[in-house]
């Protein structure tokens, strides 16, 4: 079912580089929620609720796309739904934002199913799909420098190098360690027998402890948060259009990033397009309209899913067994927790893998500055704004127009030019 000869693996490598990328994103179900409580949504609402968006869109994912990509609730989206949606709007409940995040998942659903996000990938240059590959990469690795506090915030350059002897940055550099020493020697696994043992460290060292034990009942969603058929209507009571285009565009180029980055690190791509887009994309899109109904923000394609791609993960069994594991993850609430909540026992895979996704540096045609500089800035921005939209959205703008000062604008696909125009309109106008 899953091509594993094909793809040139095997289960045991597919359901290594599952767990390997279920251990970096499983934060997700407790920092979610705990975004959320800040609109007002209750916690246990949003645990369960984002157990069942990931399940839902990793399932399609595997069973549909064959892709090793897991779905869940984005990070940048959730904060933008708490803060900007709901805590800019004194007059808008958390229930009428959801509503306009379910508004932009029909849409999206509907975008998926013609041939317009699949033409977007093949519109979107070869230079500029390096660059999300490698920004991705910086971006991954910053995340892990700074959950673990060995970069951390400065009032004057805004990063500088942390303390070294916290206990944290300790436990992360001595795990990156072990697993560098891994990957070196090529031993089969490497990432996730890396993060196993800076648990046993953690655990050993007291960073780790399970008091609440390790396994309690999942709550049930009290209902669903919003009722479909009014959804529409409260958009357009409360005039939701900028928000809806926001989740939309936002959602758009987060995943399409996301999936054109890790299929690229993956071997996946033909050419310029990628076998069954249309399949996968309907993933996260479906994902977002059933997460809204049960309370949670919009999902998009998880960068940390490279992490099980650099484990060998090649196919949909990668993603089942993720799915799976976030199944399980509901009964064992506590453990989830506790292990989520120590940052450095994964931040080493994410640095890792973030070194490996540079290599399509390399590819970038560095001797012709309008295709090189669009891709540099979209690899500065990514980790500098903490977003894969806005850095995509950065190259989109200046890339067309670096293309008709040179005189070269029939090189440009028509849709490249209409995400400028658009992607100019959200950065100009629109609160993000």
């Known amino acids: 079912m899953f091509k594993l000869k094909e793809n040139g693996t095997s289960v045991k490598t597919e359901m290594i580089a599952g767990l390997t990328t279920f251990l ?98 093949e519109a979107i240059p070869d230079n500029l799909k390096y660059g999300i590959t490698a920004g991705i990469g910086l971006f991954i690795a910053f995340i892990g420098l700074r959950l673990t506090g060995i970069i951390t915030a400065h009032p004057t350059n805004l990063v500088t190098l942390g303390d070294l002897h916290a206990p944290s940055a300790l436990l992360a550099l001595t795990g990156l360690a072990i ?3 891994l990957m070196v020697l090529n031993v089969n696994g490497a990432l996730f027998i890396g993060m196993i043992a800076t648990g046993i460290i953690a655990f050993f060292t007291g960073q780790l402890s399970f008091d609440n034990g390790f396994v309690s009942l999942p709550t049930l969603p009290e209902g ?33 990033g996301t999936m054109i980055g890790v299929a690229q690190q993956a071997g996946l791509m033909k050419g310029k ?17 059933i997460g809204a109904i049960f309370g949670t923000s919009p999902t998009s394609a998880y960068i940390e899913s490279s992490s099980g791609v650099a484990a060998g993960g090649r196919t949909g ?26 940052s450095a026992i994964t931040a080493p895979a994410l640095i890792i893998v973030g070194s490996l996704m540079m290599g399509s540096i390399a590819k970038i045609n560095w001797n012709d500055l309008e295709e090189a500089f669009p891709a540099f ?36 696909h028509l849709l490249v030019y209409v995400f400028a125009i658009l992607f100019f309109y959200q950065l100009a106008f629109l609160p993000h």
């Open 179 to 181: 697993t560098l020493i």
């Open 317 to 342: 069994l990668t993603s089942l067994t993720v799915a799976v594991l976030f199944i399980l993850a509901a009964f064992f609430g506590p453990l989830v927790s506790a292990v989520s909540g120590l």
């Open 224 to 256: 669903m948060v919003i009722n479909p058929f009014h959804a529409f209507g409260d958009v357009i009571q409360y005039g939701l259009y900028a928000v809806v285009f926001s989740f939309l565009l936002v959602t758009i180029f987060d995943t399409t």
């Open 273 to 289: 397009s990628m076998p069954r887009a249309r399949e996968a994309l309907l993933s996260d899109s479906i994902a977002t309209t």
């Open 377 to 412: 800035l979209i690899i500065l921005s990514m980790p500098l704004t903490s977003s894969i939209a806005t850095g995509i959205a950065l190259g989109f703008i200046s890339y067309p127009l670096l293309k008709v000062v040179k005189g070269k604008w029939r090189e440009v």
């Open 24 to 121: 970096t994103m499983v934060y997700i179900v407790v920092v979610n929620p705990v975004i959320l409580a800040d609109a007002g949504v209750p916690f246990n609402q949003v645990f369960t609720a984002t157990i069942i968006a990931t399940v839902i869109g990793t399932l399609w994912m595997a069973l549909s796309a064959n892709y090793p990509i897991a779905i869940a609730p984005g990070m940048g989206l959730n904060a933008y739904f708490a803060y900007s949606v709901v805590g800019t709007h004194t007059n808008i409940s958390y229930q009428v934002a959801f509503s306009a995040v379910f508004v932009a998942g029909i849409i999206f659903v509907i975008l998926s199913l013609t041939p317009f996000r699949k033409k977007l990938i």
